[in-house]
């Protein structure tokens, strides 16, 4: 009975975190909610937590999150032992899954003596090398190889197509062929874990990084890394019998032991359990299977007296919860930049700027920190990658809010579908309780198609309005009953706060001719020739592109192959035309028609090489 529950509390943890990890990756995958699956990774947390003490900014888009976990990461592993590794981490569980296949496959085998000394350098190496990178960046090297990271999102933002398909592959590979080949040998978060379970390499990190962070010490951060993550191997390949601080540590009563050796064959990591009185190995992640596999009564506990075989699992419940809590009352910037005078500060104000969809790393945060930077007036940044916002602050003296409202503005177009040319329209002007952007265009106008609404675009007046273009019988409390009806990821995200409509007549043809997009390029020395050579050639469109312009391709494909093709101009009258310049004798007019009427568009780029593309324009 005890076995059985035992089992049952680290299964629980351990089926409960891979089922929410699939559940998400699900919901993520068909739209009905987005995760990030860094949200509540300690490795992440410690490389923000590192790029805030050098450079006072946060890696990439981590969160006060990813941070309080990492401290709690760090802390646990300092106080208790390797907890996260035995009942939270997923490619731990994993890991341990393969191997008992590879186990019943008869294929896994430990490896021991120097084989198993020189392998164990690897993880210190790619430790070093993830958070010197990640400091020098600002962006999280992790991410370019993590086999879970990778996986989940499906090779997604910022993954290395090459080494994360190296990684899951020896990771895979690894677990069933060797005992928890990634754990022992590979993972970077396994190095920092065996680094802190030691007073010794502990106090070097504490000092070496106190006194950088205080006396602004001029070292290149790779040799403290370098010193640290060396330290740390030597600590764990001899492993030396010094002050590890763990206060939970595995004991075996010699006086109550029976010597079966159940113990050491139940291990997940091998250790030899039933040869030592207390287990110091720095593999033991305190999983609690030799306790829980042990037939004797007190023959093993946890410490000297303690027999509540269900604590460490209770712990990293209570931890957990107790790391969101912390999270959920603060909130740090991902990039923090002032570079006003005291005398301007006390003059200054600050707003908040909310659904900046564009601010999803530490690069776009700075790109957003140097074009504000540019602009008279605005004394700082902050920017929040997690909540999509950014708080300005200005000079009262030499800019208003609504400038830089304004300046920040970017106008946004979205067609849906065509109307008929004589059909009477109605424009409606609406009042949305959201910053819009293209992408809440596009969410809208998927969700339009099949009603009479034909295009939505934005302007701005002393806010973002809407404009939708709709058949003449759309009234007003039709098109604000559409729009908020509109359902995204389980929710109505636009609150339509007012609607007018506009008393600017338009029609069919004129809503097409403010949705097409002129052009206008002239190429191949077309000043060099005399205008009695010029002729040109007139194509009516039948299909084109409505929301983008892709007329620039168009023309490059076309001057590429032809010299003698000097300029093109595209216009919407009474019909969307195409205009081809020739030089006489230089380019036969049929040809230009049969090239540029080619499924595919072959562009040349200025470094020589091609590329084939489809092209989106179709020709009467």
């Not at 609404?453 to 759309?474: I, K, P, S």
């Amino acid at each position: 009975m005890s076995k059985k529950r035992v089992s049952l509390f680290r299964n629980i943890i351990q089926f409960s975190v891979l089922g929410l990890i699939v559940l998400f990756f699900i919901g993520n995958q068909v739209g009905l909610s987005v995760v990030d699956f860094e949200t509540y990774c300690p490795m992440g947390g410690i490389q923000a937590l590192l790029t805030l003490m050098q450079d006072g900014i946060i890696a990439c888009n981590m969160t006060v999150t990813q941070m309080v976990m990492g401290i709690i990461f760090l802390l646990t592993v300092l106080v208790l032992g390797k907890l996260f590794c035995s009942h939270l981490c997923p490619l731990g569980t994993v890991a341990e899954w393969l191997g008992k296949l590879g186990d019943k496959l008869k294929i896994r085998k430990d490896i021991n003596g120097v084989p198993d000394k020189a392998l164990r350098s690897l993880k210190y190496i790619l430790l070093f090398l993830t958070l010197t990178i990640t400091l020098k960046t600002g962006e999280l090297f992790c991410k370019t190889y993590d086999p879970f990271y990778g996986s989940v999102t499906m090779f997604g933002h910022r993954v290395n197509y090459l080494f994360a398909t190296i990684s899951i592959s020896v990771f895979v590979l690894g677990s069933v062929i060797f005992r928890l080949f990634w754990c022992k040998y590979l993972c970077p978060l396994g190095a920092i874990s065996n680094i802190f379970k030691y007073w010794i390499s502990v106090s070097v990190v504490v000092v070496v990084m106190t006194a950088m962070y205080f006396f602004e010490v001029g070292i290149d951060i790779a040799y403290v890394f370098g010193i640290i993550c060396l330290v740390g191997y030597v600590l764990e390949i001899f492993k030396i019998d010094t002050k590890q601080q763990s206060v939970l540590k595995i004991t075996r009563h010699t006086h109550t032991c029976i010597d079966c050796g159940l113990c050491s064959r139940t291990c997940p990591q091998g250790i030899d359990v039933a040869d030592l009185e207390m287990v110091k190995h720095p593999d033991c992640n305190l999983c609690g299977d030799c306790v829980s596999a042990c037939p004797k009564e007190g023959a093993l506990t946890l410490n000297e007296k303690l027999n509540v075989k269900w604590l460490p699992s209770l712990i990293v419940v209570v931890l957990f919860v107790i790391g969101l809590i912390i999270a959920g009352q603060f909130n740090l910037p991902t990039v923090s930049k002032s570079w006003g005078t005291a005398p301007q500060m006390e003059k200054s104000k600050e707003f908040t700027i909310n659904h900046m969809s564009h601010l999803t790393c530490f690069s776009s945060s700075m790109g957003f920190v140097r074009q504000m930077k540019e602009v008279e007036g605005i004394l700082g940044v902050s920017t929040y990658i997690g909540d999509k916002k950014a708080e300005i602050t200005y000079d009262t003296t030499k800019i208003d809010e609504l400038s830089i409202r304004k300046m920040l503005y970017s106008r946004s177009k979205q067609f849906i579908h065509a109307p008929e040319l004589n059909q009477e329209l109605v424009v409606h002007k609406l009042r949305i309780a959201k910053y819009l952007t293209k992408d809440d265009l596009a969410i809208m106008a998927e969700a339009l198609k099949g009603e009479k609404v034909y295009q939505l675009e934005t302007q701005f007046d002393t806010e973002v309005r809407m404009l939708a273009f709709c058949d003449a019988n759309v009234s007003e409390s039709d098109i604000e009953n559409l729009i908020a009806s509109i359902k995204y990821r389980r929710s109505n995200p636009f609150e339509v706060k007012d609607v007018v409509k506009s008393a600017i007549p338009i029609n069919g043809l004129g809503l097409m001719k403010r949705t097409f997009k002129k052009y206008k390029a002239i190429f191949n020395d077309y000043k060099t020739y005399p205008r009695e050579q010029l002729r040109s050639v007139m194509l009516v469109l039948e299909d084109f592109p409505k929301n983008e312009s892709k007329f620039k391709e168009l023309a490059n494909h076309l001057a590429k192959k032809y010299k003698g093709v000097v300029g093109i101009t595209a216009d919407y009258e009474t019909q969307p035309e195409v205009r081809f310049f020739y030089i006489e004798g230089m380019a036969n007019p049929q040809e230009i028609v049969d090239w540029v009427s080619q499924k595919e568009m072959t562009l040349v780029y200025t470094t020589g090489e091609t590329a084939q593309v489809d092209n989106p324009y179709r020709f009467k």
